[in-house]
Structures are given as C-alpha cells and as structure tokens.
C-alpha cells in the first residue's frame, strides 16, 4: 500500500511554481494563466500540467486536435503519446517510453512500446480499445558487473482487449472490462488475467470507482485477488482542465498502466476537493484520505490543485 499511495502524497506536499517554467507554448505562444489578471476570454487548450519539479504532461495539437502528449522518461528523456485521428474520432494511441508500472514515484527501467486501436459503436462510442504491448529490458550485465548495460532488449509481449460499457439511460460511461495474456513465441496465446471496472455518479461527476482484478481459465473469472475503490467528493462548481482533452485519451491515459484509476476523476465536468482510496480486500477496508483547495483563472479554469499547476495555450 505505502507504494501505491506514493503518487497522492507526492502530489499533495508539492507546492506550486510557474514563474521558472516556460512562459511560451512550442510554437512560441503565449502560455495563460502565470498572470492572473490577464483576462484572457476565448477558445483555450490544456497545455502542461506541471509541479515545481518537473513537467508531468505536456500536450500538442495539430490545429484544434491533440495529437502528442510528452511525458517524463527515463532518467532526463522524455516519453511520447502520438495520437491519431479518422475524421472527428481517435482511432490509434502509440506510445513508446518509460512508465512507472510499480506505482513507487521512481520511472521503470524498462522500456515499453504499446499500440491502442479503437473501435465505435454505431452511436460513435468508443467500445473496444485491443493493445499490443512490448517490454524491452536492458541487456543483462556481462559477470563481474552487476550493472545492465545497453541496448535494450525485448522481454515480454503482451495482447489486451478492453471493452467500454454504457449506461443507457444516461448514455455515462459505466464500465470497463480488461482480459490480457502474454504472448509466448511458439505457445498458443491465451488470455490469463482480467479487471472489471465499475463507475458511479453524482450527477455528471464521477463519484467512485471500483476496480477488481482477477486471473482468467478460459473464459471464467476467479474470485478478485485484488480490489480498490476510488472516491470523489466535495465537488467544486467550475471548470476542470481535462474538459479540454479528448475522453479516449483520457481513458486510454487511465489504462496506460494497471492501477491507475485514481485519475478518474477527469473524467468529471468539475473538480473533487477530496479523495479517497481504499483497498476493499482487507476485511476492514484500508482507506486513505487526500484534499485540496482549488485555484482559478479569471474564466473560472482551474490552475491549481492537489500541487499540480495546470497552464494553458490560445487556440
């Protein structure tokens, strides 16, 4: 647990700082919201969500539509999202760069390549994202070191298949189920592991979260061997930054690594003042609390929360 809780203590003892970043988008415009009084009124993008430390994301277009997202790497490089578009909807996600899988603030070693291809439903909602993912490790060390050396060197294949389920009423995103198995040259694939995921509303806010993960024989799931609630609450009234990024992206940012829904709530018009995690396996319920007060630009955007600062661009 103290793992998988490093992220929100990391976030919640960060202070805000923009004065020391740049003040110029990639295109040499003028970033939003490091003055305040700027009044700044028209059509806006999400541009870097950043701490004093470092940039977490940084995202670029291709005219109103986002096509990259940079986030840390290995070390001083960086990782790459590119995104790609089929008229009005997003149909790949590659990513290819460093993650921090093991959820210990520390950005792996190991060096992953993945693949998203996305399939609609006749209502044009996303309904099935099918991954190909590879591992690459670094070469083992030659004897008497015991350092890893370059080049890298792929380990581990993976096929995943996520499929997008739908409250009918409300047409809100109720769920998504994951089936996943390594892909052994030479050993018929199959699919081993499973989660389910399940989401609730207050309104058009997220409201919790539940995610269980299981192992798989052929098509029945054992009991879950691992289960997390992620709670949203105390909503404020303005506008978050993630109403500006496209919501495939945003779900495909939620699967980029295994135990990542703490971020759910972007998927909320508004932004939640505390949150909670709580590991349901135990048979009293371990939970942990996070809060934070909001900052926000003249527009009612936020800019700042949880020690994050988030900086926007002119479209």
Known sequence: MKKFFYIFLLIAGVASL???????????????DLNQNSGFNGPRALFREITDKDTLYE???????????????????KSYTNISWSGDKISKIM???????????????????????????????????SENRSVYNLTAPVPPSTIPTLPYVLNKKYRTVYTVKYTVATGKMSGISMITGEDVTGTPFAYKNYSETTYSYLGDNVSEVIRSYGTLTGTVQSAPTEKYSYGYSVYDDKISPFTLVPVVYKISRILSILRNDYESQMFSPNSPRRITVSNLIPAIPVTTIFTSNYNYDPQTYMSKGFGVNYIYKPL
């Open 18 to 32: 923009h004065s020391c970043k740049d003040l110029v988008d990639e295109q040499g415009d003028p970033l939003l």
């Open 59 to 77: 995202y670029r277009y291709n005219g109103l539509q986002l096509n990259q997202v940079i986030t840390k790497g290995r070390k001083k490089g």
């Open 95 to 129: 990513f290819y760069g460093f993650l921090d899988e093991d959820r210990n603030g520390v950005i792996d070693n190991d060096s992953i390549a993945y693949t998203q291809l996305m399939t609609y439903n006749a209502g044009g909602k996303l309904e099935t994202i």
